[in-house]
DNA sequence: TTGTGACTGATTTGTCGTATTTGGTCATAT
DNA sequence: ATATGACCAAATACGACAAATCAGTCACAA
């Protein structure tokens, strides 16, 4: 066994890092900052991560399964998560709700700091919008339209998510809209754009969701083995 | 006279600084360059511009008003101009084709350098987006349905804006599709979503445009004079 | 009058040696 | 076995000084 089996202490380690560097940064932040947050000695760490970057990756791959897992959750909660503009409102309230993964998702170069420059970080291996299989299969499960390429609704809905999370970099604070009401109120605009004329299959929509969600979390979990397997 | 009148040198001059600035920067761009690739002397920069901050600031007046030009151009002659996706349309299209412009909207530090720690530069004094007035106009003139918040559509306008110019750092440019069908794209659910079920008014919507377009002229004119009466 | 480019003072950049911090280890304690 | 924190090499931050760069000026030329 490589790693420590305390699943307890992880979690609280985790918690004290995503904290962390959220808040002072990647560079700014000392596994001992870590070790004395969580209140644990800078030794357990290494009984769980070999490194600081092991950390910072772990924590990634947690918070994108939270993430991913917040969505689905809404969604299903959600009378109306079949519809394109439902699910995609509750995507956007589970990336907004995480401070980490709003810093994830814009780069923030504040938060990621030298980790940007790792040869072989998460960013550089990864390739593709996930967000493309998405509309996809929503578009061949009748949730979307279908005269309409979905490379640019996929692309389009990038540009939101961006904009949601990254609109202070331009803007003063106090010039931009409650987030909540900005997420309505794109909800709405897809819905009304992007729904087919017949009004659209909220049930199929739904379940074909599930799919999505599953490979998509088997792909991860691929994605994240490879990367353990890469040479340092 | 404070400045010379010799325009067609202060083209020559504005036009070789908007070729150096968005290449290397506002930092790695000498005076000596500027004077070098508009084919003028040092000492004729300054007959036309107190500082390299002036300087600056005259390029942005300038592609600023080219850049409305454009746009209004664009939905003059465009059929489809006076409807609101139509107008947004061509207003990215403007945006787009201009390096420049493209820069100051997202604030890109590698282009601005040390124009953005100025005390009393230009983005700290422009206060609230102009975007919000075009769109209340637009509502009010028929254009766009009425039961829609003005303040959150001019948000996501922005937000989508952002997203074309800046999309770039967070994304492989070969992930990223043509931005002419991303234009479109957004058009077309802009139309679907936004336009009054009565179908909208075109002609109304095109009239409105060009007193928002002399009102907009107005006002920054006036804040760039606002700008030259602030002590330095 | 209009324009030039050599000149200058201030700021920036580069260098290098020293002090401090920090990621990671491991002998020791529990 | 499991956990700790003192310890070490490596990286980073700092300071002081030298060198280079550059924004802006001005005596002179056209």
Do not use: C
């Amino acid at each position: 066994m490589e790693k420590s089996d305390n699943e307890e202490r992880e979690q609280r380690i985790l918690d004290a890092a995503a904290d962390l560097f959220v808040h002072y940064g990647y560079d700014k932040t000392t596994v001992d900052d870590i070790a004395r947050q969580a209140g644990v000695s800078k030794g357990a760490i290494y009984l769980h991560f070999k490194s600081k970057d092991e950390l910072f990756e772990g924590l990634l791959v947690r918070e994108t399964m939270v993430y991913h897992e917040k969505w689905l959750q809404l969604i299903d909660a959600d009378p109306k998560g079949g519809t394109i503009g439902g699910m995609y409102k509750n995507v956007l309230y589970a990336l907004n709700s995480s401070p980490f993964m709003s810093a994830m998702f814009r780069r923030d170069g504040r938060v990621l700091g030298n980790y940007l420059r790792k040869p072989n970080n998460f960013f550089r291996r990864q390739n593709q919008s996930t967000r493309y299989e998405f509309v996809k299969m929503m578009q061949d499960a009748g949730a979307i339209r279908q005269d309409i390429d979905p490379k640019i609704i996929a692309h389009i809905m990038n540009m939101l998510a961006y904009g949601l999370v990254a609109m202070d970099e331009i803007m003063a604070a106090e010039f931009i809209p409650p987030a909540d009401d900005v997420i309505e109120g794109i909800a709405e605009i897809m819905d009304r754009a992007l729904t087919p004329d017949d009004g659209g299959n909220n049930e199929a929509g739904k379940a074909i969701l599930r799919q999505i969600s599953e490979a998509g979390r088997q792909q991860f979990e691929q994605m994240n083995n490879q990367n353990e397997r890469e040479p340092k």
